[in-house]
């Protein structure tokens, strides 16, 4: 069996990359990139669906895992992301999810973050669920504010929190595009009880999408963007 790492710039990862991460979090690595398979054992294609296959399999009979691994020194092959789940802004701009969730859970008033984009909107927007511990020295001299509701309702807590992924989006290296603008802070967790995760505690992005439509709407209303190409009413 082969392998190997095929280049994907859209996402950041390179097969001639020598880092990867950040500060305490850096490794030495020898590429990156999404894990390409060959070989007589390997996957041979969909049963009677052409088309699904050669989206899967290129002209050189290389599978397309769609996950994005790293070679480590070692010679380890290490996954570290997702290419599928990526989706491309109505700018042109392609955006991972994950990987700006993972850097939204750096802020320590983040417990989960779920970030939507799509293809008719040039921004991202954000669920949140607050990590309520964290925040109750914030929250020492505010009697208005003990409910976890309270807090997720509360204008001076939403600015806070967003002040603050702000300030991780930008030490991370996240690009401008890649901010989130605005977001809505939810009191539940997510959780495989009410199916917005997986089993193995992976974000079910198009569960999430169905319960938090309305709120993701009101906070694509809230920054004045309206879905492209949508005629904007008149006064």
Request: glycine share 6%; with cysteine.
């Amino acid at each position: 069996m082969e392998i190997k790492l095929a280049d994907v710039p859209e996402m950041g990862y390179l097969s001639r990359d020598t880092e990867h991460g950040s500060g305490v979090s850096k490794l030495q690595c020898r590429g990156r990139g999404e894990i390409l398979l060959r070989g007589p054992s390997i996957f041979s294609g969909y049963y009677k669906m052409p088309e699904k296959t050669k989206e899967t399999i290129d002209s050189e009979g290389w599978v397309h895992s769609g996950d994005i691994g790293m070679w480590l020194k070692a010679g380890q092959l290490k996954i570290i992301d997702r290419k599928k789940s990526i989706f491309k802004l109505s700018n042109g701009e392609y955006v991972a999810p994950e990987r700006i969730e993972n850097v939204l859970i750096q802020s320590p008033y983040v417990a989960q973050a779920f970030v939507y984009g799509n293809s008719l909107r040039s921004s991202l927007v954000a669920i949140i669920v607050p990590d309520f511990e964290n925040l109750s020295n914030e929250l020492r001299n505010r009697n208005d504010l003990k409910s976890p509701e309270d807090i997720c309702r509360s204008k001076y807590m939403n600015s806070l929190i967003l002040r603050t992924l702000r300030e991780v989006s930008e030490k991370s290296g996240l690009r401008k595009f890649e901010w989130v603008k605005a977001i809505h802070l939810s009191p539940v967790m997510f959780s495989v009880d009410n199916d917005i995760l997986t089993p193995s505690f992976k974000l079910k992005r198009n569960v999430a999408v169905k319960v938090f439509q309305k709120e993701v709407d009101a906070l694509y209303e809230q920054i004045g963007e309206t879905i492209l190409d949508e005629p904007r009413s008149k006064m």
